[in-house]
């Protein structure tokens, strides 16, 4: 399965960006799938699993913000993310998680896209 992570850019605080992750095939109603980030100097981090079969689930730092959905038409998994703030900044990653329910470990991970890079300016 490829990835392809698109959407990221240049954004004031406060302001909203929407990330997309095209799948090289039909993967979302069999796979959960996860968008993680990793800012300079740091770990990735979890932000947000959708679970094939319905649900969701969000890091702390980003519950009430952002949110996470599948989009059938366009064969994506979205991340709208809202109330940007300075800390958000990293790059975003979207992956597959084939054996799991919504992990939060990126071992757990088995396909990653890319990633793409956000910017939150103060």
């Known amino acids: 399965v490829q990835l392809q992570a698109s959407g990221g850019g240049l954004v004031q605080a406060g302001g909203s960006l929407r990330l997309s992750c095209a799948a090289s095939?039909?993967?979302?109603?069999?796979?959960?799938m996860g968008w993680f980030r990793q800012a300079p100097g740091k770990e990735r981090e979890f932000v947000a699993a959708i679970r094939w079969s319905g649900g969701t689930s969000y890091a702390d730092s980003v519950k009430g913000r952002f949110t996470i959905s599948v989009d059938n038409a366009k064969n994506t998994v979205d991340l709208q993310m809202n109330a940007l703030e300075p800390e958000d900044t990293a790059v975003y990653y979207c992956?597959?998680?084939?054996?799991?329910?919504?992990?939060?470990?990126?071992?757990?991970?088995?396909?990653w896209g890319q990633g793409t890079q956000v910017t939150v300016s103060s």
């Open positions: 992956a597959v998680d084939r054996y799991r329910d919504m992990t939060r470990m990126t071992p757990d991970y088995d396909y």
């Open positions: 095939r039909r993967i979302f109603s069999v796979y959960n």
